[in-house]
């Protein structure tokens, strides 16, 4: 037991008929004359307690009168099993103990604007919906680890502090250290790919930065990630791992998570679909996707944010685009042999226009072609010599990918904008609270 006074509103159907304290927040009030309700928060639920004249001595029964929204408050009752009461059991109140009264609370059921809201993060965190969405989120962390640790893998925790980029030199955040320069990682997978090599399968899990100037409803500065990298694994052993990943962590999440997608409204038909196996395009066809939809595209870009909701809309589930223009890819790429011109790469789309939410591939691991890579990128050579090293001993044929949690979270929430998704996100326009 957490606490020995106090029980907690979801645990509640265990104590029908008996007495219990709760400790918790004014959420809402509402009076009809000689009883008045009060809905009472406590972290892991909503209870309706029930303030009847006759039970309770003047005073309490007064305190309607002074108990303002988020309030702090001990209630003592007795639990009572009622089909209409919202989850099933209200609280008959004996007593109520205020522990502090809250001043004028700025988040009212009214109508707020999203920045207001965002500047009130600290607070709106409180909101049936935004607890319902973090609730989700954990969810999300929990079945990705479970099915990493489940299937044999490692977890090697990847450094923030780091001495060069992985994804572009332009998204990098620099910041001082001890007289030289570092950058907060972008990635992990540089590190993970040295892990793989030691323990053959392996993930990191963790915060990743990039500067992105754009403002978009799918980038943060600061977002979370989970890395996966196997040895002798090839780019379709990495579309199978992909695969069956997404479909574990989605299924199970809207299994566990059903009051909190219910709460968000979420139509689950669709993500009931995500099952092995999904389509798997070239980037090549992908084009073709676009041509037909009279999108305006040149051949050789990477894909906008509408082009992906483009090609994911003629799918009904994730769709796994392969086969990048290289020229477009990162450095570390391994080109296709068959076609030199495109990566062994594969980004996988949501589906109702989420778009991406993972993207991988199979490493170069040849140490010569990565040389003249890293060279043709303008990457400090000195920084990568580490990672060189991992081409001189032993090397062998390795790919991962990196899924992005708030972007899976916004798809399974079904919200617009991944700013929800995260406690307290961080975009070019917010470092606050
Ligand atoms: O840039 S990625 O496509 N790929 C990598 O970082 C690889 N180094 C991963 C790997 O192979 N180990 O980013 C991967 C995912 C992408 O699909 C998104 O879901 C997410 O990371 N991502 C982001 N989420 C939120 N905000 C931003 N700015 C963002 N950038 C990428």
Request: glycine share 6%.
């Given at each position: 037991m957490i606490r020995k006074n106090f029980v907690y509103v979801e645990d509640i159907?265990?104590?029908?008929?008996k007495e219990v304290s709760i400790a918790g927040w004014v959420y809402n009030k509402r009076s009809s004359g000689k009883i008045w309700f009060l809905l009472l928060r406590d972290g892991t639920g909503i209870i309706q307690c029930v303030v009847s004249k006759k039970d309770v001595p003047e005073e309490v029964f007064e305190l309607e009168k002074t108990l303002t929204q988020e309030s702090s408050v001990i209630v003592k009752g007795l639990v009572h099993a009622d089909h209409r009461a919202p989850g099933g059991y209200e609280l008959w109140v004996r007593h109520i103990e205020p522990v502090h009264i809250a001043q004028e609370y700025p988040i009212t059921p009214k109508e707020h604007g999203v920045d207001f809201l965002m500047d009130h993060r600290h607070l709106w965190l409180r909101s049936t919906k935004q607890h319902a969405i973090l609730r989700v989120r954990h969810a999300v962390v929990r079945a990705i680890r479970d099915f990493f640790d489940n299937n044999g893998f490692t977890l090697i925790d990847s450094p923030?502090?780091?001495?060069?980029?992985?994804?572009?030199?332009?998204?990098l955040f620099e910041t001082d250290y001890f007289g030289g320069k570092a950058y907060l990682t972008q990635s992990g997978q540089l590190y993970v790919e040295a892990a793989a090599m030691a323990f053959g399968k392996v993930y990191c899990f963790g915060p990743t930065f990039r500067a992105e100037k754009s403002k978009t409803r799918?980038?943060?500065t600061e977002f979370w990630m989970v890395e996966p990298e196997v040895a002798y694994a090839d780019l379709d052993d990495n579309m199978d791992l992909a695969e069956e990943f997404l479909e574990y962590v989605v299924q199970r999440v809207i299994r566990e998570k059903e009051k909190e997608l219910q709460v968000l409204e979420r139509d689950l038909t669709m993500l009931e679909k995500?099952?092995?196996p999904f389509p798997r395009i070239t980037y090549d066809e992908a084009v073709e996707i676009l041509k037909k939809n009279q999108v305006a595209f040149e051949y050789g870009d990477d894909f906008g944010g509408t082009d992906e909701t483009v090609i994911s809309s003629a799918f009904d589930k994730p769709v796994m685009v392969h086969r990048?223009?290289?020229?477009?890819?990162?450095?570390?790429m391994k080109r296709d042999p068959q076609d030199p011109s495109k990566a062994l790469c594969v980004d996988v789309l949501a589906p109702e226009g989420y778009g991406e939410v993972i993207g991988g591939g199979q490493r170069e691991d040849d140490y010569d072609t990565l040389l003249q890579r890293i060279r043709e990128h303008g990457l400090p050579e000195d920084a990568f010599q580490w990672y060189l090293d991992l081409r001189r001993y032993g090397s062998v044929p390795h790919s991962g990918f990196g899924l992005g949690i708030e972007r899976t979270v916004a798809w399974i929430c079904g919200l617009?904008?991944?700013?929800?998704?995260?406690p307290f996100p961080r975009t070019i326009y917010r470092l606050y609270p």
């Open positions: 159907s265990q104590y029908d008929g923030i502090f780091t001495p060069s980029a992985c994804e572009g030199t332009t998204t799918r980038h943060l995500v099952k092995r990048y223009p290289a020229e477009v890819k990162a450095f570390y617009k904008h991944i700013r929800e998704t995260i």
